[in-house]
């Protein structure tokens, strides 16, 4: 299921940066984001469920998509580092403008790809996927933040993780970026 989930993403984006490309340049915005992850991982082992928790920092690229004057659409590629974890988020958000003054709120699919850690040997669901909803809000023309919370519909198994024979898991995680357009809005 992850990897349907990975080629509806990649159709998606492939095609919003195809429609991009026929708008006006000037309603295509893009740009760098960074920031902090919060994850939560839920882990379930013989029938008894834990949790262990850990932060981190993440930095990657963005397409901002216009729409029209309220939607845009908003795919990135971020790579964060969690507790010895290498993960690849890969977000596709839908925002929506609320007034003239540059806040927002996004929802959407993201879709994630877990590198490796040295705690976790022989994971087999790499992939998982994730549904976000967040909140945003320009500084300036070119200078926004935004927070996300996404939560791991896909649950992930692992033959080794901390030590524990073969288990599921999955990340739920709180991200808060601030981000740098390349070419400012026309806000403000």
């Known amino acids: 299921m992850s990897r349907i989930a990975l080629i509806i993403s990649f159709i998606l984006?492939?095609?919003s940066v195809l429609?991009?490309?026929n708008r006006r340049s000037k309603d295509t915005k893009v740009g760098f984001i960074g920031g902090y992850v919060y994850a939560e991982v839920n882990?379930?082992?013989d029938n008894a469920e834990w949790n262990d928790y850990g932060s981190g920092v993440y930095a990657g690229a963005f397409v901002d998509i216009y729409i029209n004057e309220k939607f845009?659409?908003?795919p990135a590629a971020n790579f964060a580092y969690v507790n010895d974890f290498n993960i690849i988020y890969l977000p596709l958000m839908l925002k929506y403008q609320i007034?003239?003054?540059g806040f927002n709120v996004q929802a959407g699919t993201q879709v994630t790809y877990l590198l490796g850690s040295d705690d976790v040997t022989g994971t087999k669901d790499q992939f998982g996927w994730e549904l976000g909803a967040g909140l945003g809000m320009d500084?300036?023309?070119s200078i926004f933040i935004q927070g996300r919370y996404t939560y791991e519909v896909s649950r992930r198994k692992v033959d080794d993780f901390l030590g524990l024979p073969s288990q599921d898991f999955k990340f739920n995680n709180?991200?808060?970026g601030i981000g740098y357009r390349l070419?400012?809005?026309d806000r403000f």
Do not use: F
């Open 174 to 176: 709180i991200m808060i």
């Open 72 to 74: 845009h659409l908003q």
């Open 139 to 141: 500084i300036t023309k």
């Open 99 to 101: 007034g003239g003054k």
């Open 13 to 15: 984006i492939s095609t």
């Open 183 to 185: 070419s400012p809005v």
């Open 43 to 45: 882990g379930e082992r």
């Open 19 to 21: 429609n991009a490309q």
